[in-house]
């Protein structure tokens, strides 16, 4: 069983960053898409940024040019480096791992909040 564990989160002020980490155990993902998905109170989760197994990415329009999604597939690890936050990014951030377009595995979700 895949088990997925994220850190990195927390309170940070507008302008400010942070580094988002997910942690895969449980069989090699080296050859799965991972990203990063964010829910805001009374919205829907949307995807944020992906990362392929060949290395290209994804990003939503809204963070182009602020994150930038990385990952070690030595370390099963993949980060999301969040730099000039806004309030508007605030939301509970979920790091997803599909290694099949069937089969898809979520973190637990961690929570950024961006003061203004």
């Known amino acids: 069983q895949v088990q997925l564990v994220e850190s990195g989160g927390g309170l940070v002020q507008f302008g400010g960053s942070l580094r988002l980490s997910c942690s895969a155990s449980g069989a090699s993902l080296s050859g799965a898409s991972m990203g990063w998905y964010r829910q805001a109170p009374g919205k829907e989760r949307d995807l944020v940024a992906y990362i392929i197994c060949g290395g290209s990415t994804y990003y939503r329009d809204s963070v182009v040019g602020r994150f930038t999604v990385s990952r070690d597939n030595a370390k099963n690890t993949v980060y999301l480096q969040m730099n000039n936050l806004k309030p508007e990014d605030t939301a509970v951030y979920y790091c997803?791992?599909?290694?099949?377009?069937?089969?898809?595995?979520w973190g637990q979700g961690t929570q950024v909040t961006v003061s203004s």
């Open positions: 997803n791992v599909a290694p099949s377009p069937i089969m898809s595995y």
